[in-house]
């Protein structure tokens, strides 16, 4: 089990940003470990930006904030570029590049291109992008098991979207082939 | 563990409610607290009590008062503008006598401010609010948990003390997913109210009132809160320590900062730098005499607070000169990281203790 | 013998404060007289205002919650809301509900809170000393406005009945005076009906009571009633403007 591991999760509202970081929290919670996640959005309820952070570590957590977070996964440009140069040295950047191109000023940061959008488009459903991305970071990282987190999925979605689980699930596993799991 | 749950803050706010045994909660929208009316529009009716969506903040709190007056557990909820509102109600609770939870779940201010985290209304809390010589117990929690144990602490307290109490959060500690044991084992208090109004069926009429003309009798009022105030500052306070015993440096802080001091702490000692977390989790009664003793052994203090400095009023008041207080703050929204506060002890905190150990 | 005539048991023995001739003794003691016909007093919490009728507390023999201004719809909303069966009204004066209360009042009626309020109505701030209320009459001198309500500059008087019978919330509305004999047995008769809708579990009732103020009107009480029918009358009309 890792010690402490920081995440942002970051990109426009409406790309399900919140619902994976959540995602996270629940599985790591499942698997006994502490974790915590908190939001920030922008003032539109549709459409602005929206992050999270995600704690996720063996031991008690102090601080639920952080600037230098040891994984970033970026869903656009904007704020690909907003937070790409707080990794910390040795961390890695997971980039949505069907909407963003990897950044090149983060030298000591392992960057990690996913096609998330065109990777679940070809999976049927392009909202399942970020399921992509959680995949593949889950998959390299290993913070949970991908079986947690599709336990989770069933407490963590709202009603109206369980029916997306079947579809969230391939899209979680596609992720994780990618980056060759 | 096996009770375990991922929730926020603000949701851990309405399961201690329930647990407390809360008979009626009445609110008013506002962010960053909407979990918390929207939990409890289910979960009130689910528990046989009552929820209101009342027609402003005013309004809500005045709801409470009728509850409470009538012997009832009630609350309300708001973030920092709608407490602004509220403080009319809150004087005459405290003025009647009456039992009563209020919840903040502070946000960047003043004014309208923002929906993002703040701490600036540690003033308006703990000492006093609205008119008159009052006081609010206050309790802060740090985590989920503590947002799900402090409620059933906060009803005990509020019947015990005949008086409103309040749980000051801030945005992230009420946004905050984390996990939260629901074990319901709290103790139960005697709750009996004789004073309340319930109708008399055969006894002499019970009378609800903040209002005396006699001004002896006003006075006597008055004597009798000042009374309970003493008692809960001798009884109630609550108080958290990390690396405190052998620290040059004490970083003090509640809610959201504390977590991040926690952090800091952390960061200090990996350097060898002897730094440690004083977390009042009262602010009212405030952890004065135990500062005090820690003042003594010749430790340094540094607030640190999302405020443009409020809480460390109550800090130099404790240490009263024996030693140097320093601040920290961020505020309108802003949450200090670990990284800067961390920056800010190495360069003006533990720096300065070094010169004058060599002094 | 047979007694025709005794203090009503809802009244305790305190003596009344109000000024000789105010309709608020008259209002008060028929509030009791209709508590102890209805039976009800051991189950009743009565909520007062701010305002003359702030020591109703220890006039009224059932339970009592003296109320922030204008709160007194909210106060008794909350006391209904976790006594379901015990019977509430409140009390109040225009200030207190047509003015800093406007937002309790509509509230509580719209959501058809089952309560009673009763709502006197003397164009007057009578505790404070006689100032000009949401419901001066234009023209009527109070001591904010020596010269008269001017309409210009303070706008017009408000008519709570009428603007509550927009809603659907309230079972019960009506504006009556105690002026004359009729006026009184007809005060009464609305004061029991809207007590009943409450037992019956109904809906929010109100009754609009137009009333004196005899010390800051400078008048006679005589006088004042009659300045009731001549004045207030028009500009308030009697009747009841909701029954359902």
Same mark, same amino acid.
């Given at each position: 089990?890792?010690?402490?591991?920081?995440?942002?999760?970051?990109?426009?509202?409406?790309?399900?940003?919140?619902?994976?970081?959540?995602?996270?929290?629940?599985?790591?919670?499942?698997?006994?470990?502490?974790?915590?996640?908190?939001?920030?959005?922008?003032?539109?309820?549709?459409?602005?930006?929206?992050?999270?952070?995600?704690?996720?570590?063996?031991?008690?957590?102090?601080?639920?904030?952080?600037?230098?977070?040891?994984?970033?996964?970026?869903?656009?440009?904007?704020?690909?570029?907003?937070?790409?140069?707080? =990794?910390?040295?040795?961390?890695?950047?997971?980039?949505?590049?069907?909407?963003?191109?990897?950044?090149?000023?983060?030298?000591?940061?392992?960057?990690?291109?996913?096609?998330?959008?065109?990777?679940?488009?070809?999976?049927?459903?392009?909202?399942?992008?970020?399921?992509?991305?959680?995949?593949?970071? =889950?998959?390299?990282?290993?913070?949970?098991?991908?079986?947690?987190?599709?336990?989770?999925?069933?407490?963590?979605?709202?009603?109206?979207?369980?029916?997306?689980?079947?579809?969230?699930?391939?899209?979680?596993?596609?992720?994780?082939?990618?980056?060759?799991? | 563990?096996?009770? #375990?749950?991922?929730?926020?803050?603000?949701?851990?706010?309405?399961?201690?409610?329930?647990?407390? @045994?809360?008979?009626?909660?009445?609110?008013?929208?506002?962010?960053?607290?909407?979990?918390?009316?929207?939990?409890?529009?289910?979960?009130?009716?689910?528990?046989?009590?009552?929820?209101?969506?009342?027609?402003?903040?005013?309004?809500?709190?005045?709801?409470?008062?009728?509850?409470?007056?009538?012997?009832?557990?009630?609350?309300?909820?708001?973030?920092?503008?709608?407490?602004?509102?509220?403080?009319?109600?809150?004087?005459?609770?405290?003025?009647?006598?009456?039992?009563?939870?209020?919840?903040?779940?502070?946000?960047?201010?003043? @004014?309208? @401010?923002?929906?993002?985290?703040?701490?600036?209304?540690?003033? $308006? %809390?703990?000492?006093?609010?609205?008119?008159?010589?009052?006081?609010?117990?206050?309790?802060?929690?740090?985590?989920?948990?503590?947002?799900?144990?402090?409620?059933?602490?906060?009803?005990?307290?509020?019947? $015990?003390?005949?008086?409103?109490?309040?749980?000051?959060?801030?945005?992230?500690?009420?946004?905050?997913?984390?996990?939260?044991?629901?074990?319901?084992?709290?103790?139960?208090?005697?709750?009996?109210?004789?004073?309340?109004? %319930?109708?008399? #069926?055969?006894?002499?009429?019970?009378?609800?009132?903040?209002?005396?003309?006699?001004?002896?009798?006003?006075?006597?009022?008055?004597?009798? !809160?000042?009374?309970?105030?003493?008692?809960?500052?001798?009884?109630?306070?609550?108080?958290?320590?990390?690396?405190?015993?052998?620290?040059?440096?004490?970083?003090?802080?509640?809610?959201?900062?504390?977590?991040?001091?926690?952090?800091?702490?952390? !960061?200090?000692?990996?350097?060898?730098?002897?730094?440690?977390?004083?977390?009042?989790?009262?602010?009212?009664?405030?952890?004065?005499?135990?500062?005090?003793?820690?003042?003594?052994?010749?430790? $340094?203090?540094?607030?640190?607070?999302?405020?443009?400095? $409020?809480?460390?009023?109550?800090?130099?008041?404790?240490?009263?000169?024996?030693?140097?207080?320093?601040?920290? @703050?961020?505020?309108?929204?802003?949450?200090?990281?670990?990284?800067?506060?961390?920056?800010?002890?190495?360069?003006?905190?533990?720096?300065?203790?070094?010169?004058?150990? #060599?002094? | 013998?047979?007694?025709?005539?005794?203090?009503?048991?809802?009244?305790?023995?305190?003596?009344?404060?109000?000024?000789?001739?105010?309709?608020?003794?008259?209002?008060?003691?028929?509030?009791?007289?209709?508590?102890?016909?209805?039976?009800?007093?051991?189950?009743?919490?009565?909520?007062?205002?701010?305002?003359?009728?702030?020591?109703?507390?220890?006039?009224?023999?059932?339970?009592?919650?003296?109320?922030?201004?204008?709160?007194?719809?909210?106060?008794?909303? *909350?006391?209904?809301?976790?006594?379901?069966?015990?019977?509430?009204?409140?009390?109040?004066?225009?200030?207190?509900?047509?003015?800093?209360?406007?937002?309790?009042?509509?509230?509580?009626?719209?959501?058809?809170?089952?309560?009673?309020?009763?709502?006197?109505?003397?164009?007057?701030? *009578?505790?404070?000393?006689?100032?000009?209320?949401?419901?001066?009459?234009?023209?009527?001198?109070?001591?904010?406005?020596?010269?008269?309500?001017?309409?210009?500059?303070?706008?017009?008087?408000?008519?709570?009945?009428?603007?509550?019978?927009?809603?659907?919330?309230?079972?019960?509305?009506?504006?009556?005076?105690?002026?004359?004999?009729?006026?009184?047995?007809?005060?009464? *008769?609305?004061?029991?009906?809207?007590?009943?809708?409450?037992?019956?579990?109904?809906?929010?009732?109100?009754?609009?009571?137009?009333?004196?103020?005899?010390?800051?009107?400078?008048?006679?009480?005589?006088?004042?009633?009659?300045?009731?029918?001549?004045?207030?009358?028009?500009?308030?009309?009697? *009747?009841?403007?909701?029954?359902?």
């Amino acid at each position: 089990m890792l010690k402490r591991q920081e995440v942002i999760i970051a990109g426009m509202g409406g790309q399900g940003i919140m619902v994976i970081g959540q995602l996270l929290a629940h599985a790591a919670v499942m698997e006994g470990s502490s974790v915590v996640w908190f939001p920030t959005y922008g003032p539109e309820t549709r459409g602005g930006f929206a992050e999270c952070t995600v704690i996720v570590a063996s031991e008690e957590i102090g601080s639920p904030v952080t600037s230098t977070p040891d994984v970033l996964i970026a869903m656009t440009q904007p704020l690909l570029d907003k937070f790409a140069p707080t =990794v910390k040295p040795g961390g890695t950047i997971f980039v949505n590049t069907s909407l963003a191109e990897p950044p090149t000023n983060c030298p000591n940061c392992k960057i990690v291109g996913i096609a998330a959008n065109d990777v679940a488009t070809e999976l049927g459903n392009v909202k399942a992008a970020n399921m992509v991305m959680l995949g593949a970071y =889950v998959g390299m990282l290993k913070p949970v098991k991908l079986e947690s987190l599709k336990a989770s999925m069933e407490e963590v979605l709202p009603e109206h979207n369980r029916r997306f689980i079947p579809a969230n699930n391939a899209a979680l596993e596609k992720g994780a082939t990618l980056v060759g799991v | 563990m096996a009770n #375990r749950k991922l929730m926020k803050g603000n949701e851990a706010i309405c399961y201690g409610a329930v647990a407390a @045994g809360c008979d009626a909660f009445f609110g008013y929208p506002i962010t960053p607290q909407n979990e918390i009316p929207e939990l409890m529009s289910t979960l009130m009716p689910a528990n046989n009590a009552v929820f209101l969506q009342a027609e402003s903040e005013v309004s809500a709190i005045n709801m409470v008062y009728g509850a409470a007056s009538a012997g009832k557990r009630a609350m309300t909820s708001s973030s920092s503008p709608g407490i602004s509102l509220k403080q009319e109600g809150i004087s005459y609770i405290a003025g009647a006598e009456l039992p009563c939870v209020i919840v903040n779940v502070q946000r960047g201010g003043p @004014g309208l @401010g923002n929906t993002q985290a703040g701490q600036a209304d540690y003033f $308006q %809390t703990v000492k006093g609010g609205g008119h008159g010589d009052y006081k609010v117990l206050t309790l802060a929690p740090w985590s989920a948990q503590e947002c799900y144990e402090f409620m059933p602490l906060a009803f005990d307290l509020a019947d $015990q003390y005949r008086g409103p109490v309040a749980i000051l959060m801030d945005a992230i500690i009420g946004q905050m997913l984390e996990a939260v044991e629901l074990h319901g084992d709290f103790p139960s208090i005697d709750r009996s109210k004789t004073w309340a109004v %319930t109708g008399t #069926r055969g006894r002499a009429h019970n009378v609800i009132n903040s209002l005396w003309i006699d001004v002896n009798v006003m006075e006597e009022l008055n004597i009798r !809160l000042q009374a309970r105030y003493r008692t809960a500052e001798r009884d109630e306070v609550r108080y958290a320590e990390y690396q405190v015993d052998d620290a040059d440096l004490v970083l003090v802080a509640y809610g959201c900062p504390a977590r991040v001091c926690r952090t800091v702490v952390d !960061l200090a000692r990996q350097e060898g730098l002897k730094v440690g977390l004083f977390r009042p989790i009262t602010l009212y009664p405030f952890p004065t005499a135990r500062i005090a003793e820690i003042a003594k052994s010749g430790s $340094q203090f540094m607030a640190v607070e999302m405020s443009c400095g $409020q809480m460390v009023e109550d800090v130099k008041l404790a240490v009263n000169g024996a030693a140097e207080v320093l601040f920290y @703050g961020r505020t309108g929204g802003v949450v200090p990281t670990p990284t800067e506060v961390f920056n800010f002890v190495v360069e003006y905190g533990v720096s300065s203790c070094a010169a004058d150990k #060599r002094a | 013998m047979k007694k025709v005539f005794e203090r009503p048991k809802a009244l305790t023995q305190a003596e009344f404060s109000y000024c000789p001739g105010c309709g608020h003794s008259i209002i008060h003691r028929m509030i009791a007289e209709v508590m102890d016909e209805l039976n009800i007093t051991d189950s009743t919490i009565g909520v007062c205002p701010v305002g003359c009728a702030v020591f109703m507390y220890d006039y009224m023999s059932c339970d009592m919650i003296e109320a922030a201004h204008g709160r007194a719809p909210a106060v008794a909303t *909350g006391v209904k809301r976790v006594l379901p069966d015990s019977f509430v009204w409140a009390y109040q004066g225009d200030g207190d509900l047509a003015s800093i209360g406007t937002a309790e009042i509509i509230h509580a009626a719209a959501r058809g809170e089952k309560i009673s309020v009763i709502f006197i109505n003397n164009t007057t701030y *009578g505790m404070t000393g006689g100032q000009m209320a949401p419901t001066t009459l234009v023209g009527q001198r109070a001591s904010t406005c020596p010269a008269g309500r001017d309409p210009d500059k303070t706008g017009y008087p408000l008519r709570i009945c009428e603007m509550l019978a927009t809603l659907d919330g309230p079972s019960y509305l009506a504006r009556v005076t105690p002026t004359s004999p009729a006026g009184l047995v007809k005060t009464k *008769g609305s004061i029991t009906r809207a007590f009943q809708n409450q037992l019956d579990g109904i809906s929010f009732s109100l009754v609009e009571v137009l009333s004196n103020c005899p010390t800051h009107w400078r008048m006679t009480p005589i006088e004042s009633f009659k300045w009731i029918d001549e004045n207030m009358v028009p500009v308030y009309p009697l *009747g009841v403007f909701v029954d359902r």
